[in-house]
């Protein structure tokens, strides 16, 4: 089994307590839309995977019965630190600690592209019960917005080959894969007021940037801040969208 990315493993690691802070959480519709879609309901049992520190759990766990597996053990203690009562495992989506059709519905935030696309979803499939759906969801930046374009140009150049949702690459797993069907995709909004120290510490929360040593990484956010200064601070909108995909079980 492919181990977790470097990238994930030592950049999330470093940066747990930053991402839990600085990373946007989800627009209320959006999450109105997952919820309905998924069919959830209290009492329903929802696995969620790398769950990280709890963004997306945080905002569920009234509606469902919630397991979350995460392999990152300092993101775990945060996500066990805000929710101790739901169940945290240490786990991976390749080898779900799970018994067969044990869940009505599976959900993974900001992860799928850091999976082995084929062995996960064999996994989910094994997991979630006949008819049962998987919902993935995404914060993108959105890049049509001209200073998060230039922000994003001046960090990405550094991404290499770590994985990305913005490549598409993640989608090939469910073409190869015949086990779910995609039913739809929806895209909400979520832009919200920020201060630029916000930005910086958002864009210090990357993978690939928590993973840099520290000449790298100052000179990153050290560009970042010469860019963010030509801004007017007055009503700063951080600006993303939310992007939630909906698969059934085939």
Not at 113 to 139: C, S, T
Not at 229 to 249: C, H, M, N
């Amino acid at each position: 089994m492919t181990p977790v990315h470097h990238a994930a493993q030592t950049g999330f690691a470093a940066a747990a307590t930053t991402y839990a802070h600085a990373r946007p959480g989800y627009p209320v519709d959006a999450i109105a839309h997952l919820v309905n879609r998924l069919a959830l309901r209290p009492g329903a049992r929802l696995l969620e995977l790398g769950a990280g520190t709890g963004k997306l759990t945080t905002l569920l766990a009234p509606r469902a019965h919630i397991t979350a597996v995460e392999p990152v053990a300092e993101m775990r203690a945060i996500l066990r630190e805000r929710l101790p009562a739901i169940e945290v495992l240490d786990g991976r989506a390749e080898a779900i600690p799970a018994l067969d059709s044990a869940f009505d519905a599976v959900v993974v935030a900001q992860a799928f592209h850091w999976f082995d696309g084929g062995a996960a979803l064999a996994e989910i499939g094994r997991v979630l019960r006949p008819g049962g759906r998987l919902g993935l969801i995404w914060n993108r930046r959105d890049i049509s917005v001209p200073w998060m374009a230039r922000l994003v140009d001046l960090v990405f150049v550094h991404r290499g080959s770590t994985p990305g949702y913005i490549s598409g690459e993640w989608e090939d797993a469910f073409d190869r894969h015949s086990g779910f069907v995609r039913l739809e995709k929806s895209i909400f909004d979520n832009y919200f007021s920020c201060r630029k120290r916000d930005i910086i510490q958002y864009f210090s929360s990357i993978s690939f940037v928590a993973a840099m040593n520290t000449e790298e990484k100052s000179k990153i956010l050290h560009d970042l801040s010469e860019e963010l200064a030509g801004l007017d601070a007055k009503d700063l909108q951080f600006p993303f969208q939310t992007d939630v995909y909906i698969y059934e079980k085939a």
